[in-house]
């Protein structure tokens, strides 16, 4: 089975995305080429489950520990047997566009939140209630992600493809993520690659 997962390299546009945040200062893009229909690409990107993505747990126990260490509660989230897009919701994203289907050879979902995701605890998603409460949040200290997961048909087979962008609302908070970034940029990069092969692998067997 051939594959192909990459950090850049697409030269397709994410209008979606950039609808929503168009001008990251952080960014990473992914993807892997899945041997089946287009429709079942798209089926199991939407229902993997943490479970399938096998570096999921490993990395997210370590995100854990600080909280752990200061005796605080630490988020159970959804089951592992639940979609992974369900634990986003859960952990506070909110879902910002979604294709209901493939249409003209293509479906895409885009999750998005606000944070300050580099603090060791207290890093829960600020509350919003709206796609637009997202694109006009600006208060200061915070940072703004978004990401995509997309399915592109390519005839005898389907491309899947993963980005994420991140903004500071102000420079110091650019600077506060971009030390996080620092750290947390391999194993996120791990995670999207094995989130990839999890969808591989249920649009395949």
Sequence with gaps: MQSLSQRDGSDRDNRHLDEVLAAPEFSER????????????????????????????????????????????????TTDRAP????????????????????????????????????PTGN?????????????FSEPGMAKTAFSLEVVDHGDHAEVITETRVVGTDDAANRAFGRYWLLIRGPS??????WLAAIDRRATT
């Design 189 to 194: 990069g791990l995670i999207r690659r094995s």
């Design 30 to 77: 992914h993807r892997r080429i899945v041997r089946a229909p287009v429709e079942r690409a798209w089926a199991a990107a939407l229902e993997v489950t943490p479970r399938e993505i096998r570096l999921l747990a490993p990395f997210m126990a370590l995100r854990s520990l600080p909280a752990l260490v200061r005796r605080q509660p630490v988020t159970a989230g």
């Design 124 to 136: 829960r998603p600020v509350v919003l209630g709206s796609r637009q409460a997202f694109i006009a």
């Design 84 to 119: 992974i897009l369900e634990a986003f919701q859960e952990e506070g994203f909110i879902e910002l566009y979604r294709d209901p289907v493939v249409t003209g050879g293509s479906a895409v979902v885009v999750y998005g939140a606000v944070g300050r995701f580099w603090s």
